[in-house]
């Protein structure tokens, strides 16, 4: 079995779990509150600039010319969507190069970040892309599952986890292409090092459902240091 397959067998439950989430579910029946979606919105922006970096990263690791131009025609393709997504201004949140800068990066987008970013210091392709690929992977995923069920119609539900197209799917999308690269690493590497490829992936996988978990109640680092001070014992948040 390759890495990948082994990688993709174990994210199974992650994509499960993902699928349940009341947030996914909440998008699929269109029944999310405006500040549901406006915290989303807000940490989901700052979290698309930190794979920026993360791109970056893995162009300039890159082991072969072909790969380096595979991630330079993904960065691309973030740049022009940061882009157009800046430039919708509606009127509840200005998306603008100077408010998304002041924008508080809450709890579990900074964890999140930061297991992508702390990647970058391996300087290697087989421990750098694993971190990304599975955040693009599950959404992905997850567009597949909610075309398969009725939902809403309107926006911005209908618009929400459509990143699927000919750029991601088939065996020249990205998707396919980031498990080959993966792979292709793989056969040098130790299974030490191929099996911590396999936890970034699988741990990318859980704080995504994190991710949605914390959009859906709102939680910012007020409730954490309400929790904490709050002299109650602290619950689970
Ligand atoms: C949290 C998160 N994970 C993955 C994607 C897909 O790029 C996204 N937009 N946001």
Known sequence: MSL??????????????????PFVQGIIKGELSPEQLRYYDKQDIAFEYNEVAVINALINNSTTTDQALLFHK???????MLDDWLKREPESMPHDWESLKQTTIQPINQLYRQHMASTI???SV?????????????YVELGKFVATQTRVKEEPFQSFLSM??????GPKGYIQQFFDIIDHEAESATP?????AKQTFLKSCLLEWYFWDAAYKLITWDDWKKNALGGKGGVTL
Do not use: V
């Open 4 to 21: 990948s397959q082994d990688i993709l067998f174990e994210a199974q439950p992650y994509l499960i779990a993902n699928e349940k989430h």
């Open 74 to 80: 993904r960065q691309d393709m973030q740049l022009h």
């Open 121 to 123: 210091q391996t300087h």
């Open 126 to 138: 087989l421990q750098i892309l694993p971190s990304f690929a599975a955040g693009e992977w599950m």
């Open 164 to 169: 699927s197209g000919d750029d991601f799917l």
């Open 192 to 196: 030490r090092e191929q099996e911590q």
